[in-house]
């Protein structure tokens, strides 16, 4: 359903920059936002929910209110009688006729009381009439005060200015009674109300739509945003910033290039129409991919800050030029979700061994759901006395696991070594004690098939030369309810000193094999080991892991 919506969306945002670039946008922009509030109300049926079961009773009858409005309003288009225009006030009290309303649960927020979603409903519907009524009024106070200068560009601020207070105040009002969901009501009839008020109240039909279609952009952002793996958009971060940018970039180019195309004949007007959509779609791509080079640039947090500005921008772009954009809202909502699943950040498989299947007790410090949050905070497990593992053991390849990150708080980059190959000896006399642990450079992993082919050249881990990286260490020193390991670690042909903390998991068995779990940290600094120093990567590394030993007779 998902993909089926968002290549419906990308093809009518095609056919529209087409029409639009022919001169003949008027006759399909309705169609375009009602395709653009389609979309939105159907990528949002999944979050609709009574108790832990979907309900899509009221996204459909949302679907049915804007759907007969749509088809109202290209029926009476050239109607210009006022009373059309109370139709949406009277369709938002179809809402209290829908059972269990008040059971009704969007994206975990419920609804507290069945009126709030009339309120929103009803407001959305009035604000075209609304607009109307304050335009006679100033119109009246300047008309008494004859020295004052009003034209169309003064009445078309004030249609921008009531849009952006409506929508403000909307996603205040809304969010506060109903959480995303007011959003979903303020669009619904909102976009109704303006599809019936076209050539009635006296309005710049393309501010309307333009409003209207910014508070679907609104909807459908968190929606991408909790698809990609994020909860919240942070305006402080670089690459919402990058995107917003990109998104006003996207919105004047799109226009030059448009004008151009209508401007022009034959093979040139072709010519610019493909450019004006290839050259956002091109943005969008690259913006949404850069995050698989590195963790701080573009992927979901970019494709949610082009969203963002998009919503904002085309409000206040089409009080100037009456272009409202939606083609390009169409083509960024449907090529943005598409790539979505290839942008969205790495989840990382668990390295936990699990313990309960080898028979020893999982007593963690740290299990309460704060801590867990915390990016850098570790669950450290209690630590047992070595000693209980007295013996030879080697490392069970497939269970054991070193992870790994670096890089600013803000933009952490993870990875693992998916194999770890080694021997260890605990004896009773701590000194007598022996790490070695081979670490195979091909299968260290970032989660990211690019970027780790990248790596493996000379630039970075130089595999086909260095093939392996290595510790050494004899001798533990107590350190509380650890060990303290000072050994040898040599990667990219240099050795270096490397402290190692470690704690003894527990002693169990499996399959009637004996089994130990080792847990540790340790950390290091790239550059001692010839790479290049770089802030945005970062220096430090971070490790940790988990191994489970097999006992060697």
């Known amino acids: ?46 979050y609709f929910k009574i108790g832990e079961e979907n309900d899509q009773l009221l996204p459909l009858i949302l679907i049915s209110v804007v759907s007969v409005h749509f088809f ?34 969007y994206n975990g927020f419920g609804i507290d009381n069945s009126t709030d979603v009339f309120l929103i409903a009803l407001i959305s519907s009035a604000v075209p009439f609304l607009t109307h009524l304050a335009k006679l009024g100033i119109g009246n106070l300047i008309i008494r005060f004859g020295t004052i200068k009003w034209a169309e560009n003064e009445e078309n601020y004030l249609e921008s200015l009531v849009s952006y207070a409506f929508i403000g105040g909307i996603a205040v009002l809304g969010s506060f009674l109903l959480g995303n969901l007011g959003l979903v009501i303020a669009g619904s009839f909102y976009l109704s109300a ?24 609104l909807v459908l952002l968190p929606i991408v945003l909790m698809k990609g793996g994020y909860e919240t958009l942070d305006l402080s971060r670089g690459e919402v910033l990058e995107g917003a940018f990109v998104g006003g970039f996207m919105i004047i180019f799109y226009e030059l290039l448009l004008n151009l195309a ?38 979901v947090l970019a494709l949610g800050g082009i969203i963002g500005s998009m919503a904002i921008l085309s409000v206040t772009f089409t009080m100037f030029k009456q272009s409202t954009f939606v083609a390009l809202k169409l083509v960024t909502i ?79 980059t993870k990875g693992a070594f998916k194999k770890v190959k080694g021997e260890i000896s605990i004896q009773a006399v701590l000194e007598n004690c022996s790490v070695d642990v081979t670490l195979p450079v091909k ?26 990286m290595r510790y050494k260490a004899e001798g533990f020193t107590k350190d509380g309810d650890g060990y303290v390991l000072n050994g040898e670690f040599t990667m990219l042909g240099k050795t270096k000193p490397l402290e190692v903390k470690l704690k ?49 007779f």
Do not use: C
């Open 1 to 46: 359903m998902v993909t089926m919506t968002t290549v419906f969306a990308l093809f009518a945002g095609i056919l529209a920059t087409i029409a639009h670039s022919r001169n003949n946008f008027q006759s399909i922009k309705s169609i375009s936002y009602y395709i653009l509030s389609l979309v939105g109300l159907i990528m949002s049926m999944e």
């Open 72 to 105: 109202l309003g290209e029926i009476t288009r050239n109607k210009t009688q006022l009373w059309w225009n109370f139709i949406p006030l009277l369709s938002a009290s179809s809402l209290l006729l829908i059972p269990d309303l008040e059971k009704i649960s």
């Open 194 to 217: 303006t599809l019936l008020a076209r050539n009635k109240v006296g309005l710049q039909n393309d501010i309307l739509s333009a409003a209207s279609g910014a508070i679907f952009l």
């Open 262 to 299: 209508r401007h022009n004949k034959g093979l040139w007007k072709f010519i610019f129409a493909v450019l004006a959509l290839i050259i956002p779609m091109i943005a969008i791509v690259l913006l949404g991919f850069a995050y698989t080079q590195l963790e701080r640039l573009g992927g």
């Open 334 to 412: 449907g090529l943005s979700i598409l790539i979505l699943p290839y942008v969205k950040p790495v989840e990382i498989p668990s390295s936990s061994i699990d313990l309960s299947s080898l028979g020893i007790e999982d007593d963690s410090k740290n299990k309460d759901e704060e801590s867990t949050k915390k990016k850098k905070e570790v669950d450290a497990p209690k630590g047992k006395d070595i000693t209980n593992a007295m013996g030879e053991w080697s490392i069970d390849e497939e269970a054991s696991q070193i992870s790994f990150e670096l890089g600013p708080d803000d933009g952490r």
């Open 443 to 468: 299968e260290l992993t970032t989660y990211n098939s690019m970027r780790d082919e990248h790596l493996m050249q000379s630039d970075y881990f130089h595999e086909e030369k260095y093939p392996k």
């Open 504 to 552: 003894l998991v527990g002693v169990g068995e499996k399959d009637g094999d004996k089994k130990a779990v080792l847990w540790g940290t340790s950390q290091l600094d790239r550059r001692e080991f010839g790479m290049d120093p770089s802030e945005k990567i970062g220096n430090i590394v971070d490790f940790t892991f988990e191994i489970q030993l097999n006992h060697e």
